[in-house]
């Protein structure tokens, strides 16, 4: 080596970042969800309180008939649900056998796929809040549009103000926690009003008529109780696959860390 030359020597140093894990934050709001689902339905007066949550999973379900009747071509005219947490949604027009089997599962289907969505949803924030301001816009049209009833009409105005608080004021964690918090409702709604699978009549605040399982029944082949346990566990694997999509820890990056190399000068003796 010549006199007076300087020799670069490359130093590679490494850091970890630290970053919230996604799968670790919705496991989390999910037991606390669970367990404020415990509290509200233990203290006085808790079944009151969710008076609003029961009526979330009527609506929902309601929705499903409606969203399905317009996929399916027919028109979908009004949506109402009642003090009572019965609902009925109407549509017109004659889309067919199948076609009327579709809507019928749309209802019994609806709140765990929009629990699954919800599951999902509540991994991120952003995503969290995206999905409630989708939940804003979806309150308005219905609103313009199909809503009917004081009830209804209620329900949908705590709703909507509700998701517009979250989309405009709520922080990361509470949008994260309201998500977990309805997509855990819906999902024990799967449970909790399972009975209607498996009755061949539907009593609503507007009258008797027959179920969503009869209609199935009536419309394909089959007794009605066999499609109450088709759509049970449809439902189940629907929230069972919103959960784990939810909490699965995300694939390791190749490299696990990231490298900044520097640069130090060394003379020679």
Not at 68 to 87: E, H, K, N, Y
Not at 96 to 117: D, H, K
Not at 132 to 144: F, N, P
Not at 223 to 233: D, N, Q, R, S
Request: glycine letters at 8%; hydrophobic letters at 50%; charged letters at 15%.
């Amino acid at each position: 080596m010549r006199a007076g030359t300087r020799r670069y020597i490359l130093v590679a140093m490494t850091h970890s970042g630290t970053r919230s894990a996604p799968h670790r934050d919705v496991r989390r709001w999910l037991a606390w969800s669970a367990f404020a689902t415990v509290v509200l339905y233990t203290i006085p007066f808790g079944r009151l309180l969710a008076w609003p949550l029961i009526l979330l999973s009527s609506f929902v379900h309601e929705l499903g008939h409606g969203l399905v009747a317009t996929l399916v071509g027919a028109d979908f005219q009004s949506l109402r649900v009642f003090p009572d947490a019965s609902g009925v949604a109407q549509h017109t027009g004659a889309p067919g056998r199948l076609a009327q089997a579709a809507i019928a599962m749309g209802g019994l289907v609806g709140p765990s796929f929009a629990s699954a969505l919800g599951f999902l949803a509540a991994r991120k924030s952003s995503w969290s809040r995206a999905a409630w301001a989708v939940v804003a816009v979806t309150l308005l049209l219905l609103g313009i549009t199909v809503l009917r009833g004081l009830t209804t009409f209620i329900f949908a105005a705590m709703l909507l103000a509700l998701a517009a608080w979250i989309v405009r004021k709520a922080t990361p964690s509470q949008a994260q926690g309201a998500t977990a918090f309805f997509a855990t409702q819906l999902a024990l709604s799967v449970l909790s009003r399972a009975d209607y699978l498996f009755t061949d009549v539907a009593t609503t605040g507007s009258g008797t008529m027959p179920s969503d399982v009869a209609v199935i029944a009536s419309s394909l082949v089959g007794p009605y109780w066999m499609w109450g346990a088709v759509t049970g566990l449809i439902s189940l694997a629907a929230v069972g696959l919103g959960l784990w999509l939810a909490g699965r820890a995300p694939r390791p990056p190749r490299n696990r860390r990231r490298r900044r190399r520097l640069f130090r000068l060394s003379d020679p003796k």
